[in-house]
């Protein structure tokens, strides 16, 4: 295994480190303060409009693209390192075209769709003109078994009816969300789970199509992103909107989210790596009963855990995007479930102890620790619960063994 980055990875990475020193980690508090006091906290605020339009002009665009998409796309492997510098500020993929769900949603469409589709929604998404959301969750099954879900979607002559209810949809209630890849069941009596499930775009302003209300996680609501519930009733749309075709949402899933958990574990690297900085600063700037908090051995002790705690994750990490890049996602279907079940915890361990030693404040706006623990909680649902990948890694352990 060679993890060596490319020139070319490297040379991206120190770029949009000094993008970030001089663009983003100086306006942070300015981003947060706005909107909080927005009359529309949904609509992208002018901060991120001019930070992405110097992020083009830069060239900082568009970096997750797959080599397999353009000349210059970059391997899993060499956009690990720029997720990591991304995941440092929470808001920040933004800035660059390179946030969840659009990444995962622009790959389903390099993938899957037809050249109208990729006309119609592909071309916008990459020039950064909209946004999108990916619509599987369910509120009333454990969509954590992606076959329960329970969404209708039957044809009527040249027209798809949707009918059913999605919750926690990430981006929806952004105002630049135009359109939806929705997950449900175009075939519910297959005696195959797997080929139930079909994949349809629906635009965001469908009669039909109705948002119930933003949903928070541990009271934050993600703005201008967000987390939504909606509601499909009757919603028609035309039968060329159907990916790849009825019986293929499995597939068009899996294809999905192999390079997604990737994105999501090193940006979530960059996060707790920021959190371990915080804390090395902090320890030698507070003192107690006339002793500097570094100087405690329990302080010591949770400092080199968290040093280890990251190597292992990230050297891990890289291990699963390079397996991908050499075999394919399948090949590393295991190494991909066990960075998804390591590293979200893994940062939720390692904020939580820089916010200890930041004290109360580290509860607060005041720093970027309580947002952070909350999105590393949240991931450890997103693409998956944890147990989800246990319980799949350890058959396939079993069965390998055997």
């Given at each position: 295994?060679?993890?060596?980055?490319?020139?070319?990875?490297?040379?991206?990475?120190?770029?949009?480190?000094?993008?970030?020193?001089?663009?983003?980690?100086?306006?942070?508090?300015?981003?947060?303060?706005?909107?909080?006091?927005?009359?529309?906290?949904?609509?992208?605020?002018?901060?991120?409009?001019?930070?992405?339009?110097?992020?083009?002009?830069?060239?900082?665009?568009?970096?997750?693209?797959?080599?397999?998409?353009?000349?210059?796309?970059?391997?899993?492997?060499?956009?690990?390192?720029?997720?990591?510098?991304?995941?440092?500020?929470?808001?920040?993929?933004?800035?660059?075209?390179?946030?969840?769900?659009?990444?995962?949603?622009?790959?389903?469409?390099?993938?899957?769709?037809?050249?109208?589709?990729?006309?119609?929604?592909?071309?916008?998404?990459?020039?950064?003109?909209?946004?999108?959301?990916?619509?599987?969750?369910?509120?009333?099954?454990?969509?954590?078994?992606?076959?329960?879900?329970?969404?209708?979607?039957?044809?009527?002559?040249?027209?798809?009816?949707?009918?059913?209810?999605?919750?926690?949809?990430?981006?929806?209630?952004?105002?630049?969300?135009?359109?939806?890849?929705?997950?449900?069941?175009?075939?519910?009596?297959?005696?195959?789970?797997?080929i139930q499930q079909s994949q349809i775009l629906v635009p965001k302003d469908t009669p039909g199509v109705t948002i119930v209300r933003p949903l928070s996680t541990l009271g934050y609501f993600d703005p201008p992103l967000g987390h939504g519930e909606i509601n499909f009733e009757d919603v028609r749309v035309?039968?060329?909107?159907?990916?790849?075709?009825?019986?293929?949402?499995?597939?068009?899933?899996?294809?999905?989210?192999?390079?997604?958990?990737?994105?999501?574990?090193?940006?979530?690297?960059?996060?707790?790596?920021?959190?371990?900085?915080?804390?090395?600063?902090?320890?030698?700037?507070?003192?107690?009963?006339?002793?500097?908090?570094?100087?405690?051995?329990?302080?010591?002790?949770?400092?080199?855990?968290?040093?280890?705690?990251?190597?292992?994750?990230?050297?891990?990490?890289?291990?699963?995007?390079?397996?991908?890049?050499?075999?394919?996602?399948?090949?590393?279907?295991?190494?991909?479930?066990?960075?998804?079940?390591?590293?979200?915890?893994?940062?939720?361990?390692?904020?939580?102890?820089?916010?200890?030693?930041?004290?109360?404040?580290?509860?607060?706006?005041?720093?970027?620790?309580?947002?952070?623990?909350?999105?590393?909680?949240?991931?450890?649902?997103?693409?998956?619960?944890?147990?989800?990948?246990?319980?799949?890694?350890?058959?396939?352990?079993?069965?390998?063994?055997?």
């Open positions: 295994m060679n993890f060596d980055f490319s020139e070319k990875a490297e040379q991206l990475k120190l770029r949009l480190e000094q993008f970030m020193n001089k663009e983003v980690y100086p306006v942070e508090h300015q981003y947060a303060e706005y909107l909080k006091t927005a009359e529309n906290p949904w609509a992208s605020p002018p901060l991120m409009v001019e930070l992405k339009a110097k992020a083009k002009q830069e060239g900082l665009w568009n970096l997750f693209l797959p080599a397999h998409h353009r000349e210059d796309g970059l391997t899993n492997l060499d956009y690990a390192p720029l997720a990591e510098v991304m995941g440092r500020v929470l808001w920040a993929p933004e800035i660059f075209n390179c946030n969840a769900p659009d990444t995962g949603n622009m790959e389903v469409f390099i993938k899957y769709a037809t050249e109208a589709q990729k006309e119609e929604w592909l071309q916008p998404l990459l020039a950064g003109e909209i946004r999108s959301a990916f619509v599987m969750t369910e509120p009333d099954v454990a969509s954590s078994d992606a076959t329960n879900v329970q969404c209708s979607i039957v044809r009527d002559g040249d027209e798809y009816v949707i009918n059913g209810r999605k919750w926690f949809i990430t981006g929806i209630m952004h105002d630049d969300c135009k359109i939806m890849i929705v997950m449900g069941k175009t075939d519910p009596d297959n005696p195959n789970r797997h035309p039968v060329e909107n159907i990916l790849l075709g009825e019986g293929r949402g499995f597939e068009i899933a899996q294809g999905r989210l192999g390079p997604g958990r990737i994105h999501h574990c090193m940006r979530l690297i960059g996060c707790a790596q920021r959190a371990l900085e915080l804390m090395c600063k902090r320890v030698e700037e507070r003192a107690t009963f006339g002793t500097k908090l570094s100087e405690y051995q329990s302080i010591r002790e949770d400092i080199a855990q968290s040093f280890c705690d990251i190597e292992q994750a990230r050297l891990l990490t890289l291990r699963a995007a390079e397996k991908i890049d050499r075999e394919g996602t399948k090949a590393a279907r295991d190494l991909i479930a066990a960075i998804k079940i390591v590293t979200p915890s893994m940062t939720q361990r390692v904020v939580d102890r820089a916010i200890q030693v930041h004290g109360a404040g580290g509860l607060t706006e005041d720093y970027f620790l309580a947002e952070a623990f909350n999105y590393a909680r949240q991931i450890r649902f997103a693409d998956g619960p944890d147990q989800v990948h246990m319980m799949q890694l350890g058959r396939s352990l079993v069965k390998k063994y055997n």
